[in-house]
């Protein structure tokens, strides 16, 4: 039983629990103006935070401390409980004298912990011949471990062992083999200057001890791999961020396979809770299992009617909201602590943080697994999916009310009602963001659309008014918080994923479907010791929902032509961070790489793609969404920009293609993503699916200026549509429905687009991908309920037909899937990226978990480049001879690790 008073803190629960209930979650009120870090690191129990006497206060974000980037430390003290610094590893207490300049280079980017353990005293000038041999045996079995370690990380990643401790600066006499063998092992006690009378038991004493100590310190690296999983990868977090010409900064270490890049830190923002389970996961499962930091922060209490009970059993139940509010959020904490731990009942921390808003959120944090945290800001809901509700996040945004009051649920450490203005939320979503710091953004669909015939919401207006909450949010967050790091944006479709074809394979929507009866409760054993209750049973007697477990699907950043090449097989590579387009440039096909550059203009959506003009330059394609001075101003349209000359660094100014939705109201701003190309005579054409799930386009006239967005027809279109041009230079459009592939195609080069076609595909899932081959143009897609890719060649003479339609396999997933030349790479179960080099080679499987999707490209007639955004917002490439028995190169980071713009 919950108390209605403030309870008092005690450690939590072990994470593995002893048969029987589990008591109540240790609830905390915590002062410090600071949300939890969340840390890869072992488990702790954190001290417990002062409590205040007096009234909370509200958020002064002015007044927080700087938060240094989350790391995992392999000892470390931890001295208050949430939100507070964490002091350097034991290991770095001993301050070694500076480095000799051999090291400098090395000893900057790759020392560890352990390289300051201990600090030796300067050789004497008397060091003998014999005291000479000793550091060069002592060298030989540095390098052991390190050049091991070089080989999994790359060149410019020394190895941990290799610097297991620092050593002051030699003397003069100290020969320069000497200087690069100094002290790691050699001088790792302190003590006299070896004589001339040093025998040679002695000597081998002296050898002994040296292989003893590069044996410790190779243990103690390897403890602290270990213990700071992803960020020891040397290649990767020692780039040379730090240093004043970073932005100019070429490649970093590949990343070796079986290697895994650094991880990122991912948020996601929903409106209820269940709606990361239903519509975030496999995504979500993949970021918890791999071990990635991962906050989930939920908008609304979700109380609804207050019914905690299925359909049967609803009208004898009696209605409490806040009791409900917390069955669900009991619910939540037991499928993350199963994806977590595989244990429902693991141990949560549970306190208050104020909120940057003026008022409170509870947050959690799993004590297992402290980098994965909860947030719940615990607003109103709507309880209804479309209806006029004023006090929902509906209302607020579009004014009928001021403010939206807080609904706390029964077992709550927030005790101190409160309400928010439309921009107190927003503040409240900017917070949150600063103090967890993300490289992905995960959120739902803010344009998601109506039905055709009832001009309902395709979805709950809490999912994609929270979604532009999060839009308002994310851009105040880019705009005005300066040191941190870049972030990539990912949105996710809702309801209508129960419309289309299953994109999961049979095990992964079993594990979804897992996750929901967890948090459905279905066994009705009370493991959290609560008398609201376990989970939600309103969705007890069909956790699965309307088909949602068998389905994700991206609402944006999901066409695969953001990659491209140039006629001096240069690479670039335009993907959208921080609400702007970011480019990566690689002069020549050896040249280094630079960026992210971010070009001017704010508001980008994800997701862009790049066509090559007729004269060589490369044109950017993309949505913005702009606000405007009222609620109804809200705006999604197709903008461009063209590069100033080929191979130029340079792009114009973006122009504004519009949109051929008349106002938001009509179909919420629900357009696709534009798909663009160039037929035989040089003429740029631009498509998108509109809101009535039909093709329009607007086509690019002799003079540069543009048509008026024409229709094209076809019904039931979902995605957004793909194009490419045949060996003729004829166009074709291609577009998935629920049942089938439609298609269009011109009969010549130059001519009007005909009309739309039917296939006679099977269904498919989305999204679809195209490109110009073998005289016509091939189409993958993937099977549904499988997962598996299938490709189909299109033709245009006498009429649009589909030729060969092959099942070529893989390794299930879901999503885009690239094709250049003859590797096919696409997202594979388990959120890595999965390859195909070469039809009938087995696929493989690469350690990159992304944002969005793959893009590939040729780079002149013998090279297939291939590329991705990881989770942590940074650009990493691949490449592959478009031949025979070919195999991918290791996976190349582009430029310093992610840190800040």
């Given amino acids: 039983m919950h108390p209605q008073g403030p309870q008092q803190p005690h450690l939590p629960p072990q994470a593995t629990h002893a048969q029987g209930p589990q008591q109540p979650y240790d609830v905390q009120q915590h002062q410090a103006h600071a949300f939890p870090r969340p840390q890869a690191q072992p488990p702790h129990v954190p001290h417990r935070a002062a409590h205040a006497q007096g009234p909370q206060q509200p958020y002064d974000f002015q007044q927080q401390a700087q938060i240094p980037e989350p790391r995992t430390p392999g000892d470390a003290h931890h001295t208050t409980a949430y939100g507070s610094r964490v002091t350097e590893p034991a290991a770095e207490a001993t301050p070694a004298p500076a480095e000799s300049a051999p090291q400098a280079g090395r000893g900057r980017r790759a020392a560890g912990p352990a390289a300051e353990a201990t600090a030796g005293p300067t050789p004497t000038a008397p060091e003998t011949r014999r005291g000479r041999k000793a550091a060069r045996a002592a060298r030989k079995t540095e390098r052991e471990p390190a050049e091991y370690a070089q080989q999994a990380r790359g060149r410019r990643a020394a190895g941990p062992a290799a610097e297991a401790t620092a050593g002051p600066a030699p003397t003069a006499p100290e020969t320069r083999r000497g200087r690069r063998a100094a002290g790691p092992t050699g001088r790792a006690t302190a003590g006299p200057a070896p004589t001339a009378l040093e025998t040679r038991r002695g000597r081998h004493r002296w050898a002994g001890l040296v292989k003893a100590v590069a044996l410790c310190a190779a243990t103690a690296a390897a403890g602290m791999l270990v213990l700071r999983g992803n960020a020891a990868l040397d290649g990767l977090d020692r780039s040379p961020a730090s240093a004043p010409d970073a932005s100019a900064a070429t490649a970093a270490a590949p990343v070796a396979a079986g290697s895994v890049p650094d991880p990122g830190r991912v948020v996601q923002i929903i409106a209820h809770p269940d709606d990361d389970l239903y519509f975030m996961n496999p995504d979500l499962r993949y970021s918890i299992s791999a071990g990635h930091p991962v906050t989930s922060v939920y908008l609304t209490a979700g109380e609804a009617d207050g019914v905690n009970a299925a359909p049967a059993k609803g009208a004898t139940t009696a209605p409490n909201k806040p009791a409900y509010a917390e069955a669900r959020q009991n619910g939540i904490r037991a499928a993350y602590a199963k994806m977590a731990t595989g244990d429902r009942t693991s141990a949560w921390k549970r306190t208050v943080v104020p909120t940057k808003g003026g008022g409170h959120a509870e947050v959690d944090v799993l004590v297992a697994k402290p980098q994965v945290n909860l947030v719940w800001l615990q607003l109103r809901e709507a309880g209804h999916g479309y209806a006029d509700v004023p006090d ?456 990159l978990m992304f944002v969005g999707a793959p893009s590939s490209t040729m780079t002149g007639k013998n090279m297939v480049s291939l590329a991705v955004v990881g989770l942590d917002a940074r650009l990493y490439v691949t490449s592959s001879a478009d031949a025979p028995n070919a195999y991918l190169a290791p996976w190349q980071p582009v430029g310093p690790r992610n840190a800040r713009p």
């Avoid at 949602?548 to 953001?562: E, F, H, K, L, V």
């Avoid at 001096?568 to 096909?589: I, M, S």
């Avoid at 166009?731 to 006679?760: D, E, F, H, I, N």
């Avoid at 989305?766 to 189409?779: D, F, H, I, S």
């Fill in 392 to 847: 929902s996040l509906h209302g607020l945004w579009n004014g009928k009310v001021a403010r939206l009051e807080s609904m706390l649920s029964s077992g709550t450490p927030v005790k101190q009602g409160f309400a928010y203005s439309k921009d107190q939320v927003v503040q409240t979503l900017v917070g949150v963001l600063e103090q967890y710091r993300p490289t992905t953004i995960r959120f739902q669909d803010p344009t998601p659309g109506r039905y055709p015939d009832t001009k309902q919401y395709t979805d709950h207006q809490d999912h994609f008014y929270g979604a532009r909450f999060v839009q308002m949010a994310t851009a105040a967050y880019a705009k005005d918080v300066k040191d941190r790091p870049h972030f990539a944006v990912q949105n996710y479709v809702g309801y209508v994923n129960g419309s289309l074809p299953s994109a999961l394979d049979p095990q992964e929507a079993k594990e979804k479907l897992d996750s929901l009866d967890t948090y459905a409760w279905l066994d009705r054993q009370n493991h959290c010791g609560s008398d609201a209750g376990c989970g939600d049973l309103k969705i007890s007697d069909q956790p699965a929902g309307n088909r949602w477990t068998d389905s994700i699907n991206y609402a944006r950043g999901t066409g695969t032509n953001w990659l491209t090449s140039d006629k001096d097989h240069g690479l670039w590579a335009f993907k959208v961070l921080d609400g702007q387009v970011a480019v990566w440039h690689r002069p020549g096909p050896v040249g280094p790489w630079r960026g992210p550059d971010l070009l001017p203009g704010t508001g980008m959506d994800p997701g862009v793609t790049a066509v090559t003009l007729k004269d060589g330059r490369i044109a950017v394609f993309g949505t913005r969404t702009s606000f405007g001075a009222r609620p109804t101003d809200y705006k999604r349209e197709v903008v461009h920009t063209v590069q100033q000359a080929p191979g130029a660094d340079a792009f114009g100014e973006w122009q504004s293609l519009g949109t051929p939705e008349t106002s938001d109201e009509t179909w919420t701003s629900d357009i696709s993503a534009p798909a663009v190309s160039v037929d035989g005579t040089g003429q740029l054409a631009a498509y998108v699916r509109d809101g009535s799930y039909s093709l329009r386009g607007r086509l690019q006239r002799p003079d540069g200026g543009w048509g008026p967005w024409e229709k094209h027809g076809g019904e039931d279109l979902h995605g957004a549509p793909v194009t490419a041009t045949d060996g003729a230079g004829r166009r074709m459009v291609l577009a998935a429905t629920s049942k089938t592939v439609v298609g269009w195609a011109q009969p010549k080069a130059g001519a009007p687009l005909g009309r739309v076609t039917a296939t006679g595909l099977p269904d498919t899932t989305l999204p679809l991908t195209v490109e110009g081959r073998e005289g016509g143009v091939r189409l993958w897609f993937r099977k549904p309920g499988s997962g598996n890719v299938r490709t189909a060649l299109m033709t245009a003479d006498d009429g649009l037909k589909v030729n060969n339609m092959t099942d070529l396999g893989g390794l299930n997933g879901f999503g885009s899937v690239t094709a250049s030349g003859h590797v096919l790479a696409g997202r594979a179960a388990g959120g890595q990226l999965g390859a195909e080099v070469g039809p009938g080679r087995p696929w493989g499987r690469s350690p």
